[in-house]
């Protein structure tokens, strides 16, 4: 091959790869494999290694070369990258329009929302088509030159090919990487030995501050860009954005025009949720005023432009104080310690209190009475309290030590070996009773209507339950005289208790409470004795048999029926009309059967204990957790962590639809 017919042939290379460069890191499309892709480079590196002349700027292979750098330059911005005014709620949108309105003395016209992804803000300089320098934000004046490390990414085009440009065209734009990419960087660094990264900003950040670019080219980042500050005739962001994706760049999808403040709104609502199910993380939303007129002669403040505000979404993690340690004791007798807190919001709720688990989490910790302290929630569950910031302490904190007797009946507590918690060793203790019933009554056991919290507690500060069987003793003349009830609601609570009477095998094994038997073990004991009395007289070693029911849970399972106080209670209920019924599968519907589903949302068509109902009658199982038995998660709206467990693994997700097909 001559030089000239190189020089053709690397041309042509050059066009194609980035070509395809574009359909796949731009606009996530994908025409040949990534194998194929690869062995174009190889070819263009090889003629470029035989014909060093034929080497370009906007090469291909000029993503990653050179020689590590020993350190970075600085890099002074044409204009400043300023700071961001928050928001965290609808008022401060509003006060924030007010505040812009009475500046400019007219309406805003309309708003342009953009995800606020969680990375590194880099500037991009291109000079005569060609990506010339690329700097750090840094303090917002002066950045750190970076330009062979953003070469790396291939989102970011090494040429523009548009004509008729001005000769220098600068951009911003945002360094980010996957959760999924972020996983295994840090799986890499456990395997090394190596510090792993707290977030992935920080390894956006760390990743484009290597000095060897080979190192920033393994960490698989992206980029998006969302400002365009050479100006090139747009007249508002939204065009901005139209001519930077004409150009090549990479912008966000989810990028939205809102003509007024109330679509503003909307649009932070419906991301809230929806933020979990992108590949990056968010932690807010841009709003900027869209006409660049009005932008202009709002100006800035401070330190802050006047026309742009982040909305946050509602926090995650939080600091607040411990006021106290308190311990609650649950229906197995655990004694849980409970930090009670300085109220705080979090994750969109406010919230008092935090869990402790047990002793030796207090002790991890080093959590005492009046620290600051940083609180985790994920979903509705009560929030963890994920660290203690010792610096702050002055003193006057109080360590904490769990009782050697039970708070609540004064029994001595105990730890049984081989566990963390500490139980009350007191069987008749009230706190536990009360939590047994209030099980017993729950939604997934007897499911009585009616019969909430409250209304357990006061019933049993009265007298007239003390155990779950007392409940079906109740009498209309027994309640009517008690505060909260009325003749009606007398007479609906005896009926919900009479109509709960009739219940399937596996409800009434679970709301028996017997330790280390959920929902699902219930369904298992049931299908497989099919009557109450087999179970009662199986054995350990037949227990240990069936199916994911290890030897931890078939001994409380067996020991749970050698007590004759839980015997004389079955026999009670039973005397009181309690009729334990064992619904048979019908035939031909096992076609779920050695499937397990995993729920995760919110379903629109049915409730998720009718989803797990369908399941099992199929011969089905439903699971609360993902893992690598798991068949099918089925998404519904605003699916939670489960969902991104299930893509990590590999695991089939469906949605509503097509889990309802199943049953077609």
């Known amino acids: 091959m001559t030089l000239q017919e190189a020089k053709i042939r690397a041309e042509k290379l050059r066009k194609e790869i980035n070509h395809y460069r574009y359909l796949y890191h731009v606009l996530d499309k994908e025409e040949i494999s990534p194998e194929a892709l690869d062995s174009l480079k190889k070819e263009l590196f090889d003629l470029e290694l035989k014909y060093p002349q034929l080497v370009t700027p906007d090469s291909p292979t000029q993503r990653v070369g050179g020689e590590p750098l020993e350190k970075f330059q600085k890099v002074v911005h044409s204009q400043p990258i300023l700071s961001l005014f928050d928001a965290f709620s609808y008022q401060d949108l509003i006060d924030w329009e007010e505040r812009n309105e009475k500046i400019i003395k007219e309406k805003i016209k309309s708003y342009f929302c953009e995800l606020k992804l969680d990375g590194l803000t880099v500037v991009l300089t291109y000079e005569n088509g060609f ?311 729950g939604k997934g056991a007897f499911d009585i209507d009616g019969l909430g919290i409250k209304i357990v507690e006061q019933l049993i500060n009265e007298g007239l339950i003390t155990n779950a069987a007392d409940i079906f003793k109740l009498t209309q003349g027994d309640l009517e005289p008690l505060e909260r009830f009325a003749e009606k609601s007398a007479d609906n609570l005896i009926k919900a208790i009479e109509n709960s009477k009739k219940i399937e095998l596996a409800k009434f094994i679970y709301a028996l409470g017997i330790r280390h038997v959920g929902e699902e073990t219930a369904i298992d004991l049931a299908n497989h004795f099919g009557s109450l009395d087999k179970l009662i007289k199986a054995n350990e070693e037949e227990l240990n048999n069936i199916y994911e029911i290890g030897n931890v849970v078939s001994k409380s399972i067996y020991q749970y029926f050698q007590n004759k106080e839980n015997l004389k209670l079955i026999k009670e209920l039973k005397e009181l009309g309690v009729k334990i019924i064992n619904p048979k599968q019908e035939a031909g519907s096992m076609k779920l059967k050695g499937l397990t589903f995993v729920l995760t949302g919110e379903l629109t068509s049915l409730t998720r204990d009718e989803a797990k109902d369908k399941i099992r009658k199929l011969g089905g199982q439903a699971s609360e957790s993902v893992s690598q038995k798991t068949s099918y998660v089925v998404a519904g709206e605003n699916p939670g962590s489960k969902f991104d467990k299930a893509k990590k693994l590999g695991i089939k997700i469906i949605n509503e639809n097509e889990f309802l097909n199943l049953f077609k």
């Not at 002669?297 to 106290?324: C, H, I, N, S």
């Not at 406010?350 to 600051?372: M, P, Q, W, Y």
């Not at 004064?410 to 009360?434: D, M, Q, T, W």
């Open 131 to 441: 990506f010339k320098k690329g700097a750090t934000r840094g303090d917002g004046r002066v950045g750190e030159e970076v330009t062979n490390n953003l070469k790396t990414i291939e989102a970011i085009p090494l040429k523009i090919e548009e004509e008729n440009l001005p000769k220098i065209i600068e951009v911003r734009g945002e360094v980010v990487i996957t959760k999924n990419n972020f996983e295994k960087v840090n799986e890499q660094q456990k395997k090394k030995g190596e510090p792993i990264f707290a977030n992935p900003r920080n390894l956006a950040a760390g990743s484009i501050r290597q000095l060897d670019p080979k190192i920033t080219a393994s960490r698989k980042l992206d980029c998006y860009i969302f400002e365009l500050i050479t100006n090139l005739g747009q007249k508002t962001h939204e065009q901005a954005h139209q001519i930077l994706k004409k150009l090549g760049f990479k912008t966000s999808p989810y990028n939205e025009f809102c003509q007024d403040l109330k679509a503003v709104y909307t649009f932070c609502q419906k991301w809230q949720e929806r933020r979990k199910k992108l590949e990056y993380q968010t932690d807010g939303v841009v709003v900027v005023v869209n006409d660049l007129d009005q932008e202009k002669r709002l100006g800035t403040v401070g330190k802050a432009d006047r026309w742009m505000m982040a909305y946050k979404f509602p926090a995650e993690q939080v600091t607040t104080k411990v006021l106290d340690i308190q311990v609650q004791v649950g229906r197995t007798g655990a004694l849980t310690p409970v930090a009670i807190l300085e109220p705080v919001r979090v994750a969109g709720s406010t919230v008092s209190r935090a869990t402790l688990h047990n002793e030796d989490e207090i002790k991890r910790l080093d959590v005492k009475i009046g620290d600051t302290v940083i609180i985790q929630k994920a979903g509705d569950v009560i929030p963890d309290i994920v660290k203690v910031l010792t610096n702050l302490r002055d003193g006057k904190e109080k360590k904490f030590k769990m009782p050697e007797k039970c708070p609540i009946c004064h029994s001595l507590v105990k730890r049984k070996e081989g566990e963390v918690a500490i139980y009350c060793s007191n069987p008749k203790c009230f706190a536990v009773e009360k939590e047994k019933i209030i099980h017993f009554v």
